[in-house]
């Protein structure tokens, strides 16, 4: 069983057991938290695709830690000026550990009875009277 779900603006694809990283949440390492943006849940061959989330679906993770991304370095150069700059910006991220998901399925409409329809008749119209 495996879902696609949006978190902080990204889509992932996780399964029960799995370990993501995502962008920095607000939440402190060891809480449990829920994500209700569920896009797509497959479940044994039965994929259930919501429009544009499904409702009454979640997944719940766990936070391990925060941390930093490996550092991307940012060199900027003109030649033959002697113009060099070198940056680097590491991004701050969240370890989860997907602890569960549950997939409510969404309450089936009954189907109204269909009436019977008499079938039309048609009657021959009058022929006008010739003058």
Known sequence: MYAIVEIA??????????????NRLEAKEGDKVDFDNVLLIEDKGNVTIGAPAIKGAKVSAKVLEHLKGDKVVVFKKKRRKGYRKKNGHRQYLTSLEISGITAKAPAKKKAAPKKEVEPKTEEAAPEAAAE
């Open 9 to 22: 603006g990204h889509q992932y694809k996780v399964e029960k057991d799995q370990q993501i990283y995502v």
